[in-house]
């Protein structure tokens, strides 16, 4: 399941290590390639929206490599501001 979401721009060599795919092979797709069966979609949903709202948010989410194992994630992202309004 491919969730809308932020195209990947950079990978480092750890993300590499631990999902098996290069920067050339994501670059422009989203995280939601890593998606899958056991993959809980209401819980990513909730997350993007918590995101899109400028809200703070974390989530424990099932992923899966290139070569198809699986693997538990745990994703915490916090609002950036660059300016004094807080936006």
Not at 10 to 24: K, M, P, T
Request: charged fraction near 25%; aromatic fraction near 10%; include cysteine.
């Amino acid at each position: 399941r491919k969730a809308p979401g932020f195209p990947i721009v950079h990978v480092n060599d750890s993300w590499v290590r631990l999902c098996g795919y290069s920067l050339e092979e994501v670059k422009g797709n989203t995280l939601g390639m890593l998606q899958g069966p056991e993959t809980d979609a209401s819980e990513v949903d909730c997350f993007m929206r918590q995101v899109r709202n400028d809200e703070p948010s974390a989530m424990t989410v099932i992923n899966y490599k290139k070569s198809g194992e699986r693997f538990t994630n745990f994703v915490r992202a916090y609002p950036l501001s660059s300016d004094d309004s807080g936006r």
